[in-house]
Every structure is written in structure tokens, then in C-alpha cells.
């Protein structure tokens, strides 16, 4: 089946303990994408890859880390996570770029004391 | 900021009553993509919208993308218990190649 699947789903830290989120895709999806879902506010950019090696800054980068060794796998990474991180977080791949839709993961619900 | 605006960001109707939310962008955008999310789910792509003044229908569904390709709207004709959920507008900018989420609009059935 084709899936993007997101590790963990619920996650409960405190601040300043760094933590990744998992994110992967089987449809050999070239373009994917991180975005963290606040109320009122909907959906926000926080980085994303062209590619395999290839990521770009989206609306919202600070706090978050990513890379992209690997063309399924796209994690995110909080080196020192505070409590303004506190979101819904989504990962998202397409095909072949921002022009073709996107196929979200479950989500990430993070919470930092 | 946001540069995509989306209105209203909450509808309440009566079950078989329409609804229609609608986008509007400061700059040209070369599409526009809608997406629905259920409560407690993630965001589920509906259509794409690519060319000025389009027009297209899925069931009860019509998208309209405007002739200056900065606005556009989605038009729900006699709603349903199963169309409740927030449905989000994605414009890609014409001059950077980004991606701009509405705030989304909510879309809930009165009892």
C-alpha cells in the first residue's frame, strides 16, 4: 500500500532534549516536505527536499534540523527542543515537485513542557 | 506572513445546505491545489486547479480557480454529514516556486 508513515505518533518531552521524527515514503516519491499544523494558523512550511542531498529552508526552519540520505526517509530533528515547538507536525511527499499533490502522513502530535 | 487569504475560517450549516469558501492571493499563483482534512486526520488532496477562469466539478464539489489566477473557490452543493472536516487552499507562487497554505476553512454540520 502506499503510504507516507510518521514515528512516533505522540510524543511527550521536555524542553531541551533533542528528538527526531521519523518519516517515510514507498512511492519513490522524489519531493518531500515537513509542516507543523497550529490553530488558526494552518498549515506551515518548515523544510523541505527537492531530492536526495537537496533541502531548502520553507516558512518556519528555526529550531528544526533535516536531511535526506536517502530517497524514501526524511527525518526531522529538534536539537533543543522548547515549548513554542509544541505542534502537530506533518511529513508529505509528491512525485515530482510542488506542483503535483502532496500525500501526508498520520501526523505527529508533539508536546514540550 | 500569510499571503493566501481564506474565508470564513469557520462555516456552521444545516445538513443539505451549501457551503463555499474562497481564497484570495496578493500575488499571481501558477496553480492552486485544495485539500480536505477530516478531524483528527491529515490532509487529503481533492484537485488542482492550473489554467485562469477553470472550472471543475467532482459530485457535489465545484473548484473555480479566477481569471487573474490570484483567487479561487470551492463550492460544496448540498452538504453531507461526510463533508465535515477543514478544507485548505494551496497556492504555488509564481515568482519563488512556493508553496502558500490558506488558514483553512471549518466546515461543521449543526445538529
Known amino acids: 500500500e502506499a503510504q507516507v508513515t510518521q514515528n512516533p505518533r505522540y510524543l511527550i518531552t521536555v524542553t531541551g532534549k533533542k528528538l527526531t521524527v521519523t518519516c517515510s515514503q514507498n512511492?519513490?516519491?522524489?519531493?518531500m516536505s515537513w509542516y507543523r499544523q497550529d490553530p488558526g494558523l494552518g498549515l506551515r512550511q518548515i523544510y523541505y527536499s527537492m531530492n536526495v542531498e537537496v533541502t531548502d529552508k520553507g516558512d518556519v526552519p528555526e529550531g528544526y534540523k533535516v536531511s535526506r540520505k536517502e530517497k524514501r526517509n526524511f527525518p526531522l530533528i529538534l536539537e533543543s527542543p522548547s515549548p513554542n515547538q509544541t505542534s502537530l507536525y506533518f511529513c508529505?511527499?509528491?512525485?515530482?515537485?510542488?506542483?503535483?499533490?502532496?500525500?501526508f502522513g498520520p501526523g505527529t502530535r508533539l508536546t514540550v513542557t | 506572513g500569510q499571503q493566501v487569504m481564506q474565508i470564513p475560517q469557520y462555516q456552521h450549516v444545516q445538513e443539505g445546505e451549501d457551503f463555499t469558501t474562497y481564497c484570495n492571493s496578493s500575488t499571481t499563483l501558477s496553480n492552486i491545489q485544495w485539500y480536505k482534512q477530516r478531524p483528527g486526520g491529515h490532509p487529503v488532496f481533492l484537485i488542482q486547479?492550473?489554467?485562469s477562469g477553470e472550472v471543475k466539478k467532482q459530485k457535489r464539489l465545484t473548484f473555480q480557480f479566477g481569471e487573474a489566477k490570484k483567487n479561487s473557490s470551492l463550492h460544496i452543493t448540498a452538504t453531507q454529514t461526510t463533508d465535515v472536516g477543514t478544507y485548505f487552499c494551496?497556492?504555488?507562487?509564481?515568482?519563488?516556486?512556493?508553496?502558500?497554505w490558506g488558514a483553512g476553512t471549518k466546515l461543521i454540520i449543526k445538529p
Open positions: 512511492m519513490n516519491h522524489e519531493y
Open positions: 486547479l492550473v489554467k
Open positions: 494551496v497556492g504555488l507562487r509564481d515568482s519563488n516556486y512556493q508553496l502558500i
Open positions: 508529505a511527499s509528491s512525485a515530482r515537485g510542488v506542483s503535483y499533490e502532496q500525500y
